[in-house]
């Protein structure tokens, strides 16, 4: 009889690909995959620790698994896991502790837990390594994605940034980079299975290659993966402003399978906040890498991370991080009000700004991001786009095929009765429906 796996889910994309390849691996195990509820034999959680919020998720999480099965067997891993290493052996929701760089073993991890259970045994529950000085690469894949349309692959983990707020290098170690040949297999499997759009995921995406032979960066990558039969669009996962050179900008451009869609991590628009965030670069440029884009493609969709009420940032440096984020004029602004984070030095910096003043900050720059994100819309009405159509949705009683321009744009086109997923299609653009979709 075949043990029933369940899996979920916390925190980022990589995180996301990595479960994904776990749910993979243990397919071909003879598991079968069974959704996250009550009744599996197994429950398996990728937690994530980037705040103090999302390790309470993760501990939430897993106890809530044993609640739907005390008899099934928890397992912990990711980034909560790797932060809180040996503590979590004296909570008893769970059974098995799985740290990153350890989870491609969890198929045999799990065997042999099994294996020493019916022998009367209990061998250890715990399977972290410390990150600090590892520079492994997890070799961790898959051949084919849930909605064979867009596939996020990752190609790289790890950061040796180390910003003031941050306690992801402590979790996920130093930089390391996949082989690109490893890559590339990935992405040829991908495109077999009929995936037309990869999205380039990592922990420090901007670093990949720096541990690699010289001439092994990104813009390798990106041309290895250009040169793939069958995929026919290369999105960039969250890129550092440093990475968007003359030579960087000019040379994707240059390759018309790269999506014109860059998120481009900012944080702060305040020169002295982002020095206290330990961010490798200031306002100016970063503004300068915005005008490098731009002038290379015709309106590219530019997208960003801004954190409001970081210790000490005050009314002033608030105001001179909102007049810059106003000036870029993004297509989308992701805002995070800062949370705490124990382990790192923010979370010991004086001047902590109270909640409802970060709430008050991040409805501003709400407002601002809802007003530009239609401003930018509204630029392609009239025009036609190639949309990747992905998944049928209801609106208003009426079903509809929805999908994404190459700029991120979600644009949705009437339901005909035939299975359109996976279609690229060409749209001419007459209305903004529902405020989200161009139809």
Request: include cysteine; hydrophobic fraction near 35%; charged fraction near 30%.
């Amino acid at each position: 009889m075949k043990r029933k796996a369940a899996l979920h889910n916390l925190g980022c994309k990589v995180n996301a690909y990595e479960l994904e390849a776990i749910q993979q691996m243990l397919e071909q195990q003879g598991y079968e995959i069974v959704p996250f509820a009550p009744g599996a034999d197994i429950y398996i959680i990728n937690t994530c620790t980037v705040t103090n919020i999302a390790d309470r998720k993760s501990r939430q999480m897993l106890h809530k698994a044993k609640k739907m099965n005390p008899d099934a067997i928890v397992v912990a891993c990711g980034c909560y896991v790797q932060a809180a290493g040996e503590k979590l052996e004296q909570d008893s929701a769970i059974d098995l502790v799985v740290g990153n760089n350890k989870k491609k073993e969890i198929p045999a991890i799990l065997e042999e837990y099994f294996r020493e259970k019916e022998e009367g045994r209990s061998g250890s529950g715990t399977w972290v390594t410390d990150m600090t000085h590892n520079r492994e690469y997890e070799t961790l894949s898959i051949s084919r994605t849930a909605e064979h349309t867009r596939a996020f692959i990752k190609v790289q983990d790890g950061c040796n940034q180390f910003c003031t707020y941050c306690i992801i290098p402590y979790a996920r170690g130093r930089v390391r980079s996949r082989r690109p040949e490893d890559v590339l297999e990935e992405v040829r499997r991908l495109a077999e299975s009929g995936c037309q759009e990869v999205v380039l995921t990592g922990i420090h995406l901007s670093s990949y290659g720096v541990d690699l032979e010289e001439g092994q960066n990104l813009l390798a990558l990106i041309r290895t993966i250009h040169a793939v039969d069958g995929i026919r669009r290369i999105r960039l996962g969250s890129l550092e402003p440093g990475i968007i050179t003359e030579e960087f900008a000019e040379a994707i451009a240059a390759l018309p399978k790269v999506c014109p869609h860059f998120h481009l991590s900012l944080q702060s628009g305040c020169d002295t906040v982002l020095e206290r965030m330990n961010r490798r670069y200031r306002s100016e440029e970063y503004m300068e890498k915005c005008r490098l884009l731009r002038r290379v493609y015709d309106r590219p969709a530019l997208t960003t991370d801004v954190i409001v009420g970081f210790p000490g940032e005050t009314e002033e440096e608030f105001e001179a991080s909102r007049a810059f984020v106003e000036e870029v004029n993004f297509f989308e602004t992701h805002i995070f009000k800062y949370s705490r984070r124990e382990g790192t030095r923010a979370a010991a910096m004086p001047d902590q700004i109270q909640e409802q003043e970060k709430t008050r900050r991040s409805h501003i720059l709400l407002e601002l991001d809802a007003q530009r994100r239609q401003e930018y819309m509204e630029s392609f009405l009239g025009e036609e786009k190639e949309v990747l159509l992905e998944e049928k949705v209801e609106l208003d009683g009426k079903n509809w095929w929805v999908g994404y321009t190459r700029e991120y744009l979600k644009a949705i086109v009437p339901d005909d009765g035939k299975n359109r997923a996976n279609e690229m299609i060409s749209v001419r653009f007459s209305q903004i429906y529902h405020r989200e979709y161009l139809l």
